[in-house]
């Protein structure tokens, strides 16, 4: 209330000022010079109807009720509580290790050395909002043909993001796809992030998409490139609202969440993405401060400053002049009108602006979109102002009473945003003209309390409104459209007449967005309709063109279906039946000639999980192995985002469905044929290729192929039953869907299944080790070797750690080198005569020399200074140390040979402390060489303990290499149960941390030594 009082009272102070006719728009002027002319420079005087507090003035004095106020308007208004918000994800797919590591490698990495959790915890809370806004954008976009693509993904994050922000996250997320689909098939032995370059989980991604119910159906790609643009959002988060407050101070300014507060506060690309309201903030930050958004460009993308004012320099000089640029972009910030001509005017300089820019920074000419009046009437409607209506039109009296508010100021998008997002959905369907749908998905998304139903597929998409054909071409395409139109009655008697304006294909001709009437009859399921477009000898088999030259229009992920493909995707099994019993392809197009990468009808029906189509089409025969590979070529469909049958079903847990396609009678085809090389390979000679033994083989190396790519999917999406399933088929293990699988059973506590994976480890090939299994397999055994209370499955990971360490030999410690010289007659060793100083060992007094143990150690050095050195000849009494082990000392001290200790360990370790306390490192070096060379199960625990508690790291780093080695069998020692189990919860984590370290460099070791692989730790 205190912001709607501030408000009131600038308008009552401001009532008696005069109005500028020419500049009628409800601009907000920029308090901190945002839109670019600087900080002396002032905008046209802004307008603010009285619709902000909801009420009207009478007729004679709506005059004066509108006048022009300051810009700073507070958010506090007390509507804000009935926004609808947004939903808490309660599982985020990703973790706060990866918030810190995107961080970490980032483009703050140079400005931030280090990062608080509570930063990490609130970034990884305040992601989650953006993530909920694409998805749900996407989501809608998805519907139209039940399908989420890559393509749906980008529209969604240009709905959402500002331009550049939204260039930036894009250009990452491409990349991100790039790199994933350039593995191939290699690439199902890694993970998928691995493959995409990424940080963030993109099986966990899949799987979180698959379980909010993004679509029926899920295109691999799109999860990459979600993980992609995601991961970029956030390094610009970071980078906006921490970094670039904290580059360029002299003083130690803290990276708290103030600070990031801050930052989002006065950014307006962030803020309005990052609240908790469904509706969309645009172009305002938390003050209510409308923004150019051209002037809040992407940090990372900035140049320098020279090529800033270059750039100024040319776009005045383009434009004309700096008055027109202002008055264009305080156009661009208009929230409302009062005519449609006004409104007409403006958005045909806003398109003009943006093309222009458009066009200057591609070098190929941009693609000039157009409204159509019915958008231009559909915005009027969103955008329209009671009092300017009023002013502009004399004639016209303003209500006496309002029947209903109209929407407070503070929440009004400013012109920009309008068209922005309703260009984005025109591109998104890949038309040249706005119509009104585009404008009402724009009011659903950009102001509260408004909704429409999504874009759905229907005919009249195709009515032709490209203004570049010539008036026959245009001509002949709306008597086509008129075709189309007069089929979709269903009306028996018009099918002839409509055929007869069609065009030489008749009743299978194709439109601008390459479907035929029939293709329209089975998506939107009129029986009745398709029964009669078959009776006219409607062609179920043609499919919408691939060719995208002459067909721009047609979205890429419905090109190759047919009219089987659009009933199988709807879930109208009756029209599906209809259409195989006339005699449709059961396989769409896949078996046409030409490079087809298209989905085939039993694709789309497995990864949506429909069991009935899935059962109709194999009955007709339906082969669920094909697709796997594309013709003509080498690289897995896979790596276009479509994968096998087996996979689909797999990827999106339909194990019913999978079940159904792996009992499916394998179906011979042509193609199966060996080649001549095959032949010859395998020496098949006259044998008939269909039923020789060879070609069961092969069929039998295909199916067990795509079954591979169904468990790496199902195990990267976090589906047990699934993949222990396809285990049980026989289908072999590689070390990444182990590891996913073991990660996962881990996660859900399926101990039985732990025991399992954990007795299949031997059946993995070494030679699998990857950097994947050292950084994600070998803590995630560890832990479950830590929490294990069971027996059997800590001595399977025992197992598994010593085949992990190898049967290379332990590495030997090194000798500390030094020069080996007597300083004295052997005789003078414990010799009265001549000394200069005495110990007192366990009652007997030993003669030595200063001069030798003061150059032996720091330790002797200290022990004969200060008051032993004044007076007469020092005697210094040694504790804890025995005659024999103080001998042996000085003998090593004064002759320089090696001590002689036969087989007593006790000695060594004894010996080993002396010379710690003495601080002789070369004697120290000695005994711990003597002492790996006598370890074994009955002292390892105990030269272990000596070794920790005097620091001998060599001897510990021996020590570990022997646990890892033996340890199966150690741990029947209860000495050994007692170090790993039952001492102390941090000792013990020490204990299998240094152990997890150790076996991590051995592993680097290895790979590194073996395959030239380095893996960081």
């Not at 995601?230 to 580059?247: G, Q």
């Not at 009129?526 to 477009?533: F, I, P, S, T």
Request: aromatic share 6%; hydrophobic share 35%.
């Amino acid at each position: 209330m205190a912001g709607m009082k501030n408000i009131n009272q600038h308008l009552r102070s401001l009532e008696k000022l005069s109005l500028d006719s020419a500049s009628n728009y409800s601009t907000m002027e920029s308090l901190n010079g945002s839109i670019g002319y600087g900080t002396g420079s002032k905008s046209p005087t802004s307008h603010m109807s009285s619709h902000m507090n909801g009420t009207l003035t009478n007729g004679a004095g709506y005059s004066e009720s509108f006048c022009s106020v300051k810009s700073s308007v507070p958010d506090d208004y007390e509507c804000t509580d009935r926004y609808t918000r947004l939903v808490e994800i309660e599982n985020i797919p990703w973790t706060e290790k990866d918030i810190a590591q995107v961080i970490e490698n980032g483009q703050g990495k140079n400005v931030c050395d280090s990062v608080s959790r509570d930063i990490i915890q609130r970034l990884s809370y305040l992601l989650q909002r953006p993530l909920v806004r694409i998805v749900r954008e996407a989501q809608r976009l998805a519907i139209r043909n039940c399908k989420c693509t890559q393509h749906d993904m980008k529209t969604a994050v240009k709905l959402v993001l500002s331009r550049t922000l939204a260039e930036s996250c894009i250009n990452s997320a491409k990349k991100a796809v790039s790199r994933y689909v350039m593995t191939g098939q290699d690439g199902f032995r890694v993970s998928k992030r691995t493959r995409a370059g990424v940080i963030f989980s993109v099986g966990r991604m899949y799987r979180w998409l698959i379980d909010v119910g993004v679509s029926p159906r899920l295109q691999d790609n799109a999860a990459v490139y979600l993980v992609g643009l995601m991961e970029k959002l956030l390094d610009e988060i970071f980078l906006r609202a921490v970094c670039m407050h904290v580059m360029g101070r002299d003083d130690d300014m803290s990276v708290s969440v103030e600070l990031l507060e801050y930052g989002i506060a006065n950014d307006p690309d962030l803020w309005g993405i990052l609240q908790p309201f469904e509706h969309l903030i645009c172009g305002r930050d938390a003050n209510g401060i409308l923004a150019i958004p051209s002037a809040s460009s992407s940090p990372s993308e900035r140049g320098s400053d020279h090529s800033r004012r270059k750039g100024h320099r040319r776009d005045r000089e383009q434009l004309g002049s700096l008055e027109l640029l202002k008055t264009l972009e305080q156009s661009l910030l208009t929230t409302c009108v009062g005519s449609i001509a006004e409104l007409g005017d403006l958005v045909s300089r806003a398109m003009h602006h943006q093309h222009h820019k458009n066009g200057s920074r591609s070098p190929s000419p941009a693609l000039t979109l157009t409204w159509g009046s019915d958008a231009l009437h559909t915005l009027f409607y969103f955008m329209k102002c009671t009092q300017l209506e009023c002013m502009d039109n004399p004639n016209i009296e303003p209500p006496m009473v309002q029947l209903s508010c109209e929407r407070p100021y503070v929440i009004l998008p400013p012109l920009t945003e309008w068209i922005r997002v309703a260009t984005a959905h025109t591109e998104h369907r890949q038309s040249w003209v706005v119509d009104s749908d585009d404008v009402r998905q724009a009011a659903r998304l950009l102001l509260p309390g408004v909704d429409c139903e999504p874009r759905s597929l229907r005919m009249d998409d195709s009515v032709c409104s490209s203004r570049t054909l010539d008036a026959t071409a245009a001509s002949t395409s709306f008597q086509r459209d008129l075709g189309f139109r007069m089929l979709s009655c269903g009306r028996i008697d018009l099918v002839q007449q409509a055929i007869a304006i069609m065009g030489e294909s008749g009743i299978n001709t194709i439109n601008d967005h390459g479907m035929t009437p029939l293709m329209y009859a089975c998506a939107s399921g009129d029986e009745a309709m398709v029964q009669m477009l078959l009776d006219a000898h409607a062609d179920p088999d043609v499919a919408v063109p691939m060719n995208t030259y002459k067909y721009p229009s047609v979205r890429d992920d419905i090109r190759g279906w047919t009219a089987l493909s659009f009933a199988v995707v709807h879930i109208h099994v009756s029209i599906a039946q209809l259409l195989l019993d006339a005699g449709a392809s059961v396989e769409g197009s896949a078996h046409q000639c030409g490079e087809n990468y298209t989905e085939t009808p039993l694709q789309l029906a497995a990864a949506a999980g429909h069991f009935e189509l899935v059962s109709l089409l194999l009955t007709k025969g339906a082969d669920p192995t094909l697709g796997t590979m594309p013709k003509n070529s080498m690289t897995p469909v896979s790596s276009r985002g479509n994968m096998n049958c087996f996979a689909q079903a797999a990827a999106n847990g339909h194990r019913n469905v999978l079940r159904k396609l792996v009992s499916a009678p394998h179906i011979s085809r042509p193609s199966d044929v060996l080649s001549l090389e095959e032949m010859l390979s395998e020496g098949c000679g006259n044998t008939s290729p269909v039923t020789s033994p060879e070609f069961q083989l092969r069929t039998c190396k295909l199916r067990i192929k795509a079954l591979q790519e169904a468990m790496y999917h199902g195990a990267e999406h976090g589906y047990l039953d699934i993949t222990m399933e396809l285990r049980g088929l026989g289908v072999p293990w590689t070390l990444h869907t182990w590891m996913c699988t073991l990660s996962t059973a881990q996660h859900l506590h399926r101990k039985a299944i732990i025991q399992y994976l954990l007795r299949e480890f031997p059946n993995l090939r070494p030679g699998d080790y990857s950097p994947d299994f050292c950084q994600e397999a070998l803590p995630l055994m560890f832990e479950i070797f830590k929490q294990s209370k069971n027996e059997v499955i800590s001595q399977q990971v025992a197992t598994i750690f010593a085949s992990c360490y190898g049967n290379d030999p332990i590495p030997d410690i090194p000798e500390l080198r030094r020069p080996q010289i007597s300083r004295i007659d052997p005789q003078y060793v414990n010799n009265p005569e001549m000394s200069d100083v005495t110990f007192i060992v366990e009652g007997k007094p030993f003669y030595a020399h200063k001069i030798i143990l003061a150059n032996a150690s720091t330790r002797f050095k200290n022990m004969l200074s200060g008051k032993f050195s004044e007076g007469k000849q020092p005697c210094i009494e040694i504790s804890d140390i025995r005659y024999q082990i103080f001998q042996i000392i000085m003998e090593y001290l004064y002759l320089g040979t090696n001590p002689t200790l036969g087989n007593s360990h006790a000695d060594v370790l004894e010996l080993l402390g002396a010379s710690n306390f003495f601080m002789l490192d070369s004697l120290q070096r000695l005994c711990e060489i003597l002492l790996s060379q006598h370890i074994d199960f009955s002292n390892a625990v105990n030269i272990y303990r000596h070794a920790k508690m005097y620091h001998a790291e060599e001897l510990l780093s021996y020590c570990y290499g022997y646990f890892l080695r033996h340890l199966p069998e150690l741990l029947e020692e209860d000495s050994v149960k007692k170090l790993v189990f039952h001492h102390g919860r941090s000792h013990r984590s020490d204990v299998l941390q240094e152990l997890q370290g150790a076996l991590l460099i051995r592993m680097q070791s290895r790979m590194k030594h073996n395959y030239g692989i380095c893996v960081s730790s």
